[in-house]
């Protein structure tokens, strides 16, 4: 099945507001499947880019936990890029969504995350990651659904 691609001139402004969060994250050597369900903010940094701060619930193997994580989406040369970095500012990845596509690695110890960046349209998008390496084998698929106010509709 095609998707049809929403390109993205600005990525930090197409980002910026609050998200509503759904991931699957299914172990594919064993076939276990969790879920997490949240908001995403993204907010602005002083001195320029956005705080990415996701919280919600992650349920695996039936039992639920509080989860959350922090990122810095940095400017990243042009309006359509930015540099993701993790909270303490080690560089997690690159992002480029002018074409509303984009695949990024991240080398993890002797595991490599591969990420796929989809703009779906103006107020979707998804991620998916595969986790692959001698400690993990998983593919975690994220669906981002902008918060109705934070679109400036009356709804």
């Known amino acids: 099945m095609a998707t049809e691609l929403w390109p993205v001139p600005d990525v930090l ?14 172990d594919l050597a064993t076939g276990d499947e969790g879920r997490f369900t949240g908001t995403t903010a993204f ?22 936990r509080p989860a959350e ?6 400017p990243g040369g042009t309006a359509g890029r930015a540099d993701v970095r993790f909270a303490d500012g080690r560089p997690f990845h690159d992002l480029d969504l002018t074409t509303g596509r984009h695949v990024a690695d991240h080398p993890c110890a002797a595991d490599l995350y591969r990420g796929e960046f ?26 981002y659904a902008r918060v109705a106010e934070d679109r400036g509709d009356p709804a």
């Open 118 to 143: 989809t703009a779906l349209d103006a107020d979707r998008w998804r991620t998916v990651w595969r986790v692959g390496g001698p400690a993990k084998d998983l593919l975690l698929t994220t669906d």
């Open 43 to 64: 907010t602005p940094l002083d001195g320029g880019g956005l705080l990415h701060h996701e919280s919600g619930t992650f349920v695996w193997r039936g039992v639920p």
């Open 69 to 74: 994580r922090t990122l810095r989406f940095l």
């Open 13 to 26: 402004a197409y980002l910026a507001g609050r998200w509503r969060v759904e991931r699957t994250v299914r």
